[in-house]
């Protein structure tokens, strides 16, 4: 069973920052790998998207990258603004294109 | 990006009642719809993949008979929470594939999701 772990579990950086979430999963078989935004009591937003046979994937301030092999995968946030507090989760898709996902880092950018 | 919808928000039920949330894909065909449930705090967790025209697959654990789910249409799928107890509360949130994008690897859309709490 596929399990997926993020670290941290939480955040907290000044505004201006660069940061990395880090991503692992136990299964390699892996058809895609995504990274989500939530917000407090909200639905998601997706970020980035990386399939299986891609490296990384970049919008904006936003870079993820994937290592399949390794079972890791990181999202990279350049320049953090007050506005990218949020929760950010990581799935990947096995078999059936189900999703499972982490339990997610609680980011803070404070002012 | 493609649009799913889901209906309602939020909603506040008494114990014992029934409650029922929609799932939409708006501009795209959905063969397949996956229901999730968050429980605070934790990560969301699969409970069922619906396809249209026939009965949901539901992971371990998740009582069949309690959350009925019906994929009668292309756009349409339904989850039905009977009889909900204090402990059915929780974020269910759903997520459609589009038909129409055959390769594998497609990306999963999700609805805004409900709150459901049972008093």
């Known amino acids: 069973k596929q399990e997926v772990t993020q670290i941290p579990a939480a955040l907290s950086v000044p505004e201006g920052e660069n940061l990395v979430l880090n991503c692992s999963f136990t299964?390699?078989?892996?058809?895609?790998l995504q990274w989500f935004r939530q917000d407090p009591g909200k639905g998601l937003t997706s970020l980035l998207l990386?399939?299986?046979?891609?490296r990384e994937q970049t919008s904006g301030r936003l870079n993820a990258s994937l290592d399949k092999s390794s079972g890791r995968s990181t999202l990279y946030i350049a320049a953090s603004q007050p506005g990218d507090s949020a929760t950010y989760l990581c799935a990947v898709a096995n078999s059936g294109y189900a999703l499972n996902f982490g339990k997610g880092t609680s980011l803070l950018v404070t002012p | 990006g493609a649009v799913v919808s889901q209906h309602p928000s939020r909603v506040i039920c008494k114990s014992g009642t029934s409650v029922k949330i929609e799932c939409r894909s708006l501009d795209f065909q959905a063969t397949t719809m996956f229901w999730y449930r968050q429980f605070p705090k934790q990560s969301l967790m699969l409970m069922a993949t619906s396809n249209e025209g026939s009965k949901a697959t539901y992971e371990q654990g998740v009582e069949k008979d309690k959350f009925l789910i019906n994929h009668a249409s292309l756009t349409l799928s339904t989850l039905t929470v009977t009889s909900a107890h204090p402990e059915d509360s929780s974020f269910y949130i759903c997520?459609?594939?589009?038909?129409?994008?055959?390769?594998?690897?497609?990306?999963?859309?999700f609805g805004q999701g409900t709150r459901l709490t049972v008093v």
């Open positions: 997520s459609a594939r589009d038909k129409g994008r055959v390769i594998v690897g497609t990306e999963a859309f």
């Open positions: 299964d390699s078989a892996i058809y895609n």
């Open positions: 990386i399939q299986s046979s891609q």
